[in-house]
Every structure is written in C-alpha cells, then in structure tokens.
T-cell receptor
Framework: ETGVTQTPRHLVMGMTNKKSLKCEQH?????MYWYKQSAKKPLELMFV???????ENNSVPSRFSPECPNSSHLFLHLHTLQPEDSALYLC???????????FGSGTRLTVV | GEDVEQSLFLSVREGDSSVINCTYT??????LYWYKQEPGAGLQLLTY?????DMKQDQRLTVLLNKKDKHLSLRIADTQTGDSAIYFC????????????FGKGTTLSVSS
C-alpha cells in the first residue's frame, strides 16, 4: 500500500448506470488528482483539487463529476458513460512542493 | 505547449545497464520525475531531479539532466528481472499543486 487507497479495484458498469470511485489518503497531503490511463495514450489529467478547491478541470465531459469533501477524500461520480471511457482511473495526492506525487493502485473501469 | 516524449520499448539482458530517455518541451519545468508502474499497480515514484541539477544518483539509479537540450535520462545499473515495468518520465511546471505532465511510458523488458 502506498498510503493512497482507491476503491473499488475493478468496476464493470452499464452505460445507464451511476457509480462512484473513491480515493482516500492519510498522508497529510493537501492536493489530490484524478488521472485517466488508457492503452497507448499518456496519462491524462482530469481534475486537480488544492485544499479541497478544484483548481483544474481538464476539459472533462460532464458525465464525470468530481467531489472533494475534505483534503483526505476524493470521489469521482460516473453516470451515462461510454465504452471509450473504459480505462484505469488513478488517484494521486501531493504536498504543494516538489517531492513527487503518491499514486493509488487505480480502479480498472469497464463500460459495457 | 507542454509535451513529454519517450521511446516506447527497451529490451535488455539481466545484469546489463538500462538507459531510458525522455525529452520535454517546457523550459520552465522546475522538477522532473521518473515513475515506475508494474502490472496491475499504480505509479511508484522512483526519483526526481530539480531543474538546476545535472545529475542525481540513488543506489542503482542515475538521473542525468541536460537542460539545454531538454533531455532527461534514467540509468539503471545491474538491471534485474524485477525491474521489468513501464517507466514514466514526468515534468511539473510549478510547485503549488500543479499536476504532472507525463510521457507515454517506456516498457522495459529484462531477460535472464
């Protein structure tokens, strides 16, 4: 375990379903991130939260809705997804500074 | 714009040295990172270098930075089969919670 915990590890959902991904860290970090990792593409930044405030939304479709109730928890709410949204969704956290980011193990999402 | 480029594959024999290369475009990058991703796992921070440094060594890992050419390399000495993974180069432009820009990753395959 890295200190960043993501649940569930695997998720299969239909295009009409609503589900949520959860990320939790108790490292004392104040920034949290959602990344999408698809095959043969670079990691795509989706959202950035700094001290619970969203500071970046990287042109992500509205069918992805983030929530950050406090500095330790981050959610990604999913609804009416498309098959091309199938990917590994990675959460990361950091302190403001240059000492790197700690990633969770990811949620492998399959949209059917 | 920001872009990080890496070669996609590298194959070496056990005991040899591996050198993974990366180029980046943003000259204002403050930190450059190397991450390792094993199958089914998230990204693990291996090492990072501040942009005013030329070299950093950490046990079997040596990072070289050529800021003029915007070229970063990771050398793994005495490569082992357990080093087989995907290696990502990443840059950050500022310190205050800004997300990282990743390359597509280099798949390192180590044969015995």
């Amino acid at each position: 375990e890295t200190g960043v915990t993501q649940t569930p590890r695997h998720l299969v959902m239909g295009m009409t379903n609503k589900k949520s991904l959860k990320c939790e860290q108790h490292l004392g970090h104040n920034a949290m991130y959602w990344y999408k990792q698809s095959a043969k593409k670079p990691l795509e930044l989706m959202f950035v939260y700094n001290f619970k405030e969203q500071t970046e939304n990287n042109s992500v479709p509205s069918r992805f809705s983030p929530e950050c109730p406090n500095s330790s928890h981050l959610f990604l709410h999913l609804h009416t997804l498309q098959p091309e949204d199938s990917a590994l969704y990675l959460c990361a956290s950091s302190l403001t500074g240059g000492d790197g980011y700690t990633f969770g193990s990811g949620t492998r999402l399959t949209v059917v | 714009g920001e872009d990080v480029e890496q070669s996609l594959f590298l194959s070496v024999r056990e005991g040899d040295s591996s050198v993974i290369n990366c180029t980046y475009t943003d000259s204002s990058s403050t930190y450059l990172y190397w991450y390792k991703q094993e199958p089914g796992a998230g990204l693990q921070l291996l090492t990072y270098i501040f942009s005013n440094m030329d070299m950093k060594q950490d046990q079997r890992l040596t990072v070289l930075l050529n800021k003029k050419d915007k070229h970063l390399s990771l050398r793994i000495a005495d490569t082992q089969t357990g080093d087989s993974a995907i290696y990502f180069c990443a840059e950050s432009v500022s310190q205050a919670g800004t997300a990282l820009i990743f390359g597509k990753g280099t798949t390192l395959s180590v044969s015995s």
